[in-house]
Structures are given as C-alpha cells and as structure tokens.
C-alpha cells in the first residue's frame, strides 16, 4: 500500500500528464519552454554559432622567442604574454628569436556632431607596430595592426559612454592580439615549408 505522501505525488504527476489543474498547466509550459531552450542551444552548438570573440586562435608550434616592448600599455604586455603562453610559446628561453612590439597606439576622432554643435559620435582607432626578428634576419618588418569602431556619443550619460568607449578599446586590443597569433603563426608555417 502506498503512503500518503506517495499517493499524492503520483496524484499530481497522473494530473498533469492529464493536464488537469493549474499547477499541472504550469508544470506542462515550463517543461515545454525548458524542451524549447534545450533544442535551441544545442541547435546553436551544433551549428558552430558561438559569442563573439570567443573563439581562440588555434595555433599550430609556433618557436620559441622572447618579447620586447618599446612602447606599450601593461594591459597589452600582460595579455599578450597570457596569449602566447596559451599557445604554448616558450617565452623564457635564451632564443635569438625576438617579438618587437614597436608602439601601440589609440585615438578617438569626432565622426559627426549635432545640430548644436556637440559631438555625437566618434570614431576609435588602435594600432599595433610590431616585428619579429633573429640576430640575422627580420621576419616580419615594421607590421600594422588597425583596428577601428565607431560609437554614438550621448552628452548625458558621459560616464556610461566613457566605460563604452574603454571596453571597445579593450575588444579592439584582444582582436589586435588575435590578429598578430594568426600573423606568427602563418610565418612560422611559411617557415617550416621553406626549411622542408
């Protein structure tokens, strides 16, 4: 004999398998919306869609080196060191192989103003200089990374659009820095080819 307890739970299941009851209603559209989400994130999954900027650069071996910075903020010394460790870069060896970073650089410019004369957007701009050499020969010489993004400016919320502009700087620093993984790494395949 089932317990009472026991029975009301299998009272409950029977009535929303019947539909029955509000709770047994309630039950039957959260367990379809929850379905509905499931098969909507594996579809996405299963598509190859992912968030921007989270995909990594795959990296095939590049060598080791070691890392230069002539000019450069600590935020790009700090994840481009991260990036090229992740890579498996060895950057502690006594190689002649070196990464220059020559100068970073970001700047705003006004794209458009308004019909009083304030600006209402503008135009980002970050770059990267850097080279790639050994004691005889240079690699990569003097190579220009640009990124550039635009964003509404609005007078009244300067704080927000100050924090707006500094995390599109930041998303343009990481895509410089993916850009200049997939830059050494297609050198370092170039020069594996010739050496064979």
């Known amino acids: ?3 009472k307890a026991k029975q009301n739970v299998a ?7 019947r539909g029955e009851g509000k709770q047994a209603r309630c039950y039957l559209r959260f367990s379809y919306w929850l379905l509905v989400i499931v098969l ?15 995909q990594a650069v ?7 080196m070691q890392l230069q910075f002539q ?41 458009s103003v308004d019909n009083s004369g304030t600006v209402s957007e503008y135009d980002l701009q970050y770059e990267l200089l850097f080279s790639v050499r050994d ?9 220009r990374i640009s990124q550039q993004r635009d964003y509404q400016f609005d007078g009244s919320a300067v704080l927000a659009k100050g924090e707006e502009e ?14 200049l993984l997939r830059q050494l790494n297609a050198a370092a395949t170039k020069a594996a080819a010739d050496a064979n």
Request: aromatic fraction near 6%.
């Open 71 to 111: 000019q450069a903020s600590a935020d790009l010394k700090r994840e481009l060191t991260q990036a090229l460790t992740s890579a498996g870069v060895d950057l502690n060896s006594h190689t002649r192989l070196m990464l220059v970073i020559h100068s970073e650089k970001q700047g705003r410019r006004v794209l």
């Open 40 to 54: 909507l994130a594996s579809l996405l999954n299963g598509c190859g869609w992912h968030l921007r900027g989270s």
């Open 58 to 64: 795959t990296v095939s071996a590049l060598p080791a």
């Open 135 to 143: 004691a005889k020969k240079v690699f990569i010489s003097n190579e």
């Open 11 to 17: 009272a409950f299941f029977l009535s929303s398998l």
């Open 166 to 179: 500094q995390r599109l700087f930041d998303f343009m620093r990481r895509m410089s820095i993916q850009s």
């Open 1 to 3: 004999m089932l317990s």
